[in-house]
């Protein structure tokens, strides 16, 4: 008896979206689960742990690739900066550090959060504008030989306030000639050593 034969027209599709919409929704695969990138023709395999955009695309060797998203950081044992963005690798949460403790966005859009660095990143450059370049220069002069005369070279470019310590600590008062704005004399009673603070 012959063996009747039925062929069954079926469309196997596979879990597809546009990079955008993944990267918006970025869902956990299913372990063997293949996602589909319809814009660029790229494919992720899920393993039913990671989150979309932790997953590395397929090369054509079937190996992973490297991910379209280049800023995932731990947050394991991070203490983090304030106004800045993380990813946490445990559970792709998008984080940021309020100063005291990190707080999950509300937002995961990659969009978003690249809006949000961009707006971290020009209020960072606003306040190195305010900063100044260089703080106040200052000098610490050691003489570790006793002398009544003290030559100190600083080179602060400016004549400097001077307050001279001896050995123990204790505030001592001389005569100062700040001969130029490199290099000040400091004429004493009697010898000792100690430092002198220039600013």
Known sequence: MAIKRRHVK?????????????IEVNPILRVGEPALSTDVYKLK???????WYAIPYLNGNGSGGDSAVQFITTTEGLVGETDCLYIN??????????????????????????????????????LEKQIPQSGDKNY????????????????????????????????????????????????????????AYCN
Request: charged letters at 25%; zero cysteines; a negative charge.
């Open 140 to 195: 610490v002069h050691k003489q570790s030989v006793a002398s009544s005369e003290w030559t100190i070279v600083h080179n602060l470019g400016k004549y400097p306030s001077i307050t001279v310590v001896d050995s123990a600590g204790t505030v001592v008062v001389g005569e100062i000639v700040l001969q130029t704005t490199e290099q000040a004399v400091i004429s004493f009673n009697g010898a000792f050593s100690g430092k």
């Open 10 to 22: 079926a469309v196997i599709q596979l879990r597809r979206a546009t990079e955008k919409e993944w």
């Open 89 to 126: 690798k445990v559970d792709q949460t998008a984080l940021i550090w309020n100063g005291e403790e990190f707080e999950e966005l509300e937002s995961t859009s990659i969009d978003d959060l690249k809006n949000r660095m961009t707006q971290a990143e020009l209020d960072i450059d606003e």
């Open 45 to 51: 395999i899920g393993d039913g742990k990671r989150h």
